[in-house]
């Protein structure tokens, strides 16, 4: 997370839980990615926990180095392949089903230039001001920008489902915010303010829930 260790494995913990829930309400398997999404999130915010310990300790060390991978790969190839392909599961309308998977094919793409920089081109994370400022050497593209949001909120905000529409509003929102006001800690903040939209994830299947308990 952007701010504190604390900060990363105190929301590690809260989303871990909230996985944990909705993937006991998710009721198809169609729905286990995007249940799955809570815990994932917990997953990667841990990771940043870690560096927050390790960075001033040793940031250059391999510890650092493959914690910082392992973040990057989360936030810049794992979240634009997986969330669409979330949101085009979960989709029962043909109608809406063909746009989200124009942002399945835009998050395979957009992954696929991220993990070749992160392959090809020297990466790292410092503490700056506060945060921690990922630094890659891709060059920033307003194409790829446009792309990863179309993928991560774009899909979402597609979706004939309210709850996960107002998930997909929330990201944009918040990748706006963030690009505002910590844009050199971009990745970090934004994988934070994505994070607590778990809230929104357990929602939609609490609320799933109460529509098939009275239903029956």
Same mark, same amino acid.
């Given at each position: 997370m952007c701010f504190s260790a604390t900060a990363s494995f105190v929301t590690a913990g809260v989303t871990a839980v909230i996985g944990i829930v909705c993937l006991v309400r998710a009721a198809d398997r169609r729905e286990l990615p995007l249940a799955a999404t809570p815990l994932l999130f917990a997953g990667q915010q841990a990771v940043e926990g870690l560096l927050w310990l390790t960075l001033p300790q040793a940031p250059d060390g391999s510890v650092s180095s493959g914690l910082t991978v392992?973040?990057?790969?989360? &936030?810049?190839?794992?979240?634009? &392949?997986?969330?669409p392909?979330?949101?085009?599961?979960?989709?029962?309308?043909?109608?809406? $089903?063909?746009?989200?998977g124009l942002c399945v094919a835009s998050g395979f793409g957009v992954a696929a230039w991220l993990l070749w920089g992160l392959l090809t081109r020297n990466h790292g994370a410092v503490l700056q001001d506060g945060h921690i400022v990922y630094v890659t050497g891709q060059q920033p593209s307003i194409a790829v920008g446009?792309?990863?949001? &179309?993928?991560? +909120?774009?899909?979402? &905000?597609?979706?004939?489902? $309210?709850?996960? $529409?107002?998930? +997909?509003?929330?990201?944009?929102? +918040?990748?706006?915010?963030?690009?505002?006001a910590y844009w050199e800690a971009f990745v970090s903040v934004w994988c934070f303010f994505a994070a607590g939209s778990s809230l929104v994830v357990l929602g939609h299947f609490a609320w799933s829930h109460q529509e098939r308990t009275a239903g029956a």
């Open positions: 392992l973040f990057l790969l989360f &936030a810049e190839v794992f979240w634009p &392949a997986y969330a392909i979330a949101a085009w599961l979960v989709e029962t309308d043909p109608r809406r $089903r063909r746009p989200i446009f792309a990863y949001l &179309a993928a991560t +909120g774009v899909s979402l &905000a597609l979706s004939s489902h $309210r709850t996960i $529409r107002l998930l +997909g509003a929330l990201v944009l929102a +918040g990748s706006v915010v963030t690009y505002l």
